[in-house]
């Protein structure tokens, strides 16, 4: 039994493994396609933000903004699962610097919310910075969150 336990908790704390890749294309200001170092190709979606969608303002300058950050560069994947469209939940560091954190920071991203529920209470307060500061997407005068916009265009 104690054997079992013990295979158990080694599996559950690898299940996710952090791992080195080259980012090869910005797709999006929240999601990314990476080449490991075995050359899988893995779309990557940022964790705990959510970018403008395609066709609403700021969507260009936010995919802009982390292609600036990490396109073409080797990044540190911290792999947090799958989502419901098999994307690598992940946090991206670049030389330590959070690129999830940085997106938000910058005003480029929201924190993201579920059932108005933030899964990042961190990253919430560095929202209301951005905004208070009127940083990127929060120059907007009326900023549409990307869940409201999805449903509003819904086909």
């Known amino acids: 039994m104690k054997k079992w336990i013990i295979v158990f908790i080694f599996f559950s ?23 490991t170092t075995k050359n899988n190709k893995i779309k990557v979606r940022l964790i705990d933000i959510d970018a403008p969608e395609h066709g ?36 991206i560091l670049y030389h330590q610097m959070n690129i999830n954190q940085e997106m938000v920071k910058s005003g480029y991203a929201w924190a993201y919310s579920f059932k108005n529920n933030a ?18 997407l ?5 900023p549409i969150e990307p869940w409201v916009y999805k449903q509003s265009h819904k086909k």
């Open 13 to 35: 704390i690898n299940a996710f493994a952090n791992f080195s890749a080259k980012v090869i294309k910005v797709i999006d200001g929240d999601t990314v396609e990476v080449l």
């Open 56 to 91: 609403q303002p700021y969507s260009h300058k936010s995919k802009q903004y982390l292609a600036s950050l990490i396109d073409q560069k080797q990044v540190l994947i911290i792999d947090k699962g799958k989502d419901i469209y098999k994307r690598t939940l992940a946090i």
């Open 138 to 142: 929060w120059q907007d005068k009326q």
């Open 119 to 136: 899964t990042n209470q961190k990253f919430l307060k560095i929202e209301a910075n951005a905004r208070q500061k009127k940083l990127g």
